[in-house]
């Protein structure tokens, strides 16, 4: 099997676990807020993902604590799977770490901006079919 398969793979299965965490854990949430319009599952699951994200890359930075297969199954399938928006805060936690304020600026308000506007624009693209 090739190293890209066999990452690939890695990712997936990681993919697969945080993706079914992230169901049970906004299921969890849910049950404590069944009334509320506010998506406190979803903010949840985003905290607890960039959290776990810091600690893991904090470990990687300071003791070097995973190996390659090992990152790519953590960071890049299980919490990618579990949420996407753990990547995004700890690529712009880097870019304010290496004083490139203006990327992390921009990262910040282009992902804001263009998911908001690509979210209503698909939205509005399905309901005029």
């Not at 004083?99 to 263009?114: T, Y």
């Amino acid at each position: 099997m090739g190293a890209t398969l066999r990452q690939a793979l890695l990712v997936g299965a990681g993919g697969f676990l945080g993706s079914a965490f992230r169901f049970l854990a906004g299921g969890f949430v849910h049950r404590f807020t069944p009334a509320s319009t506010f998506p406190y599952g979803t903010l949840t699951v985003n905290v607890l993902g960039c959290l776990a994200i810091g600690f893991l890359g904090g470990m990687l930075e300071v003791r070097q604590a995973l190996g390659p297969g090992e990152r790519l199954f953590l960071i890049v399938g299980v919490l990618g799977g579990f949420t996407t928006f753990s990547s995004f805060a700890y690529e712009t936690l880097g870019l304010v770490h290496g004083a490139d304020f203006g990327r992390a600026l921009a990262n910040v308000g282009a992902s804001l901006i263009l998911g908001l506007s690509a979210a209503w624009l698909g939205y509005a693209a399905a309901q005029a079919l």
